[in-house]
């Protein structure tokens, strides 16, 4: 083997293994459980260099491929660790499979991931002090320098920073999450305060040139150019389109209240330093390889964009690619293609854009669907609908056929009527404007504390729809600041505007069709051909997506022609 990976199926073990496979490598990923194939082969990576074997580095290996390079990415990273617990993997585990490298008669280079806060020349780690996790990565460093030098193997030690990229979720994407659901009232730590970055992308690469390298080096891998924790916060928060802490308060001062009230680990608070980084030594080397980070806050936007589409671990993303942006001055998630969209689909009340995910699979043509402003993942927009969609669509260069579900379907007409020019149809599917009114309280003051308090199930159960993906997608956005509420106000808006569909059908001069579903049908008589779901009710893109997409598709041929 070209290499072998312990740790193979962590966050940065996985990134190696696919890093060193496109370099045509032959590698052993030494794993317990194999999840790494799957991962691969969904990212299309070819695994045809791929042998993965079974390994447990708690205990002295044995039985293994030879390799002429040994990359030890394991490791227990957690907070909240037991001593014996962090111990196993992050010390006892390093020098096994150090003790195994040493005999291997072409080992080329071991390389051992440490950390930047953890790696010293000396000294003896305070389990208490530290906790287990930063601890028992000080003991480990230590052990393995001190091994390799006794054995005379040839190591290199990296010492990354925190490692981001889609997939990872703990560590400083807590903080992330606590801003991006309205859970971080202060800023923990002072205006110095540094928490360098790096992407996993380029820390993958680095990892796979070191062997290249002379041996004994230690590298401190990260960002110089990362901003001051304060900065890094604001970046995100304007990118996400939240607001952000104005205060701050002390690590000192974190340190002495109790975790209930702060919502802080200890165990995390002292990464919260102002310390910098002998970091020379890894930029020579990036650069003679041909490496370049990408700009700080770049990384920390497309990672901020990954933790939000993945419900921070929590949930796979569902339309691809996905991001925020600007649209009529306000921060707007975007799914699908857009420039190009056969199809833009705008979705109504309380879901967001995952709910065209069942529907979209099935069209032939890309998609554009946006969370509406203020709904789903989007930032308020001071602005009306249809002007706001006038923004979405200035990007857009073909004629797609609008789509536009309950809500919005009155600014979709109002749009088609001022824009005809830009869209080849519009496409109505259980126009609310033209349906009979919900329950009243649904649109009461106290309904927005309710919609806050749902389960998915009951959610679920209050949509009359089976629970799914995009129903949590749904009831995750209803308990962030303000969803709930916005979506009370946008159910008045239309229970006002009730009456006016008629009149706004009237106003398109584009070619024009209504689905609906049998269980929900229209209660306001129109001269147009209404398309009749059987068995369908006020979600038919959920409920019936095959027969909703063989509609839009069917009207849409024409269109192609």
Known sequence: MDAIVFGATGFIGRSLVAELLGRGQRVAAAVRTDTLTPWLLARGV?????????????????????????????????????????????????????EWAANLPALRRLVHVSGYRVSAPSGTPDYAALGAYEASKFEGDLAVRALAKERGAPLTIANP???IGPG?????????????EGRLPAIPGGPEVFVPIVTIDYFARFLASIPESPAGEHYWVLDDATPPLPELIRTVADHLGVP??????????????????TGADPETLSFLSTDRYPTAAAHSFAAAAGLEMPPAEDALRVWADDLVAERFGTAAPGLRPYGFHSVAGSRTWITGDRHTPEY?????????AEVWTPLAGRLRGPVLAPDLPGLGR????????????????????????LVAHSLACGPAMRYAAAHPDRIAKLVLIAPALLQAPGPRSARSAPAAAMLRRLSVQRLADTLHLPSGPEIESAAADLRRPGVARRVVRALRTVHAERGSGRE?????????????????????????????????????QLTHPAELAE???????????
């Open 551 to 561: 509609q839009l598709e069917s009207l849409s041929d024409p269109l192609r022609r």
């Open 378 to 401: 989007s930032a308020p927009s001071d602005r009306p609908l249809e002007e706001w969609l006038a923004d979405l669509m200035s990007p857009v260069r073909t004629r797609p056929v």
């Open 504 to 540: 706004l059908l009237d106003r398109v001069r584009v070619p024009l069709e209504i689905v609906v579903g049998s269980a929900d049908p229209l209660a306001v008589p129109v001269d147009q051909r209404v398309i009749v779901l059987p068995g369908a009710g006020h979600y038919p």
């Open 244 to 261: 952000g802490p104005r205060r701050s308060i002390p690590v000192g001062l974190l340190r002495r209240l109790p975790r209930a009230l």
């Open 46 to 98: 070819d695994i045809a260099g791929l042998t993965v074997v079974t390994a447990d580095i708690t205990r002295p290996l044995a039985d293994l491929p030879e390799a002429r390079d040994v990359y030890n990415t394991a490791a227990r990273y957690a907070f909240g660790l037991g001593e014996r617990e962090a111990r196993a993997t992050n010390v006892i585990g390093a020098t096994n499979v150090l």
């Open 168 to 180: 990872q979720y703990i560590g400083l994407a807590g903080l992330v999450r606590n801003l991006w």
């Open 344 to 352: 833009v689909l705008l979705h109504g009340l309380p879901m967001n």
């Open 161 to 163: 920073s925190t490692v």
